[in-house]
C-alpha cells in the first residue's frame, strides 16, 4: 500500500489502523480551542512534526503515520489529507482552509476498482503556500517556493519557484 501497489482497504489491520487515526482526529476537533498543546498533542500521537506546527480544526486523515511535516507548519480550517501513501510537507509551508491532500485513487478499470485500490505519494517542498480550496491528487510533487492558487485542483507535478493556479492546476508566472 505505502509503496504505491494495490490494497484491500477493507483489510482487519488497516480498518484497525484508519480507526486509531480517526478517534485521535475526533479528539483534536472537539478539544477546547483554548488549549493549544494540548489539542495539538492528538495529532502528535499519530502525525511526525519535525518542529512548530499548529492545525486549525477541523483536521482528518486516514492513518497519520504517513504524514512528515518540516517546521512551522500552518494549516487553516478543515485540512484533509488520505495518507495511504506518504505525504511529505516541507518547512515554512501554509495551507488555507478546506484543502484536500489525497495520495488514493482507484482504478479506471471497473473490475479492477472494485477489487482493490492504490496510491501514490505525495511531496510538498519547503516555502509552499495553497490557498483556500485547493485539491493535490496522488503522485504530485510542488516545488519550493511555489503559490498554489485558491481553488486550484494540482494534478501534475508544480516546479520550484512559481505561482500556478486552475482546474487542472498550471504554471502562471516564475517568483
Known amino acids: 500500500m505505502e509503496q504505491g501497489h494495490a490494497y484491500d482497504a477493507w483489510d482487519s489491520e488497516l480498518m484497525s489502523l484508519r480507526l486509531k487515526a480517526k478517534k485521535a482526529c475526533h479528539q483534536f476537533n472537539l478539544a477546547d480551542p483554548s488549549k493549544i498543546k494540548a489539542r495539538m498533542a492528538f495529532l502528535n500521537n499519530i502525525i511526525k512534526f519535525d518542529g512548530k506546527a499548529f492545525v486549525e480544526p477541523n483536521f482528518y486523515c486516514d492513518y497519520g503515520f504517513n504524514i ?9 480550517h478543515n ?5 495511504v501513501c506518504t505525504v511529505t510537507i516541507g518547512s515554512d ?46 503522485g504530485v510533487t510542488i516545488g519550493n517556493n511555489s503559490v498554489i492558487g485558491a481553488g486550484s485542483v ?22
Open 68 to 76: 512528515h511535516v518540516g517546521e512551522r507548519f500552518y494549516a487553516n
Open 79 to 83: 485540512l484533509t489529507i488520505l495518507d
Open 93 to 138: 509551508v501554509l495551507f488555507g482552509p478546506n484543502v484536500m491532500i489525497s495520495t488514493a485513487t482507484h482504478h479506471v478499470d471497473p473490475a479492477k476498482r472494485h477489487a482493490s485500490e492504490c496510491a501514490l505519494p505525495i511531496t510538498i517542498g519547503n516555502n509552499v503556500w495553497l490557498g483556500g480550496n485547493v485539491s493535490v491528487l496522488p
Open 154 to 175: 494540482v494534478t501534475k507535478d508544480i516546479p520550484e519557484n512559481c505561482v500556478a493556479a486552475g482546474a487542472p492546476c498550471k504554471f502562471i508566472r516564475s517568483i
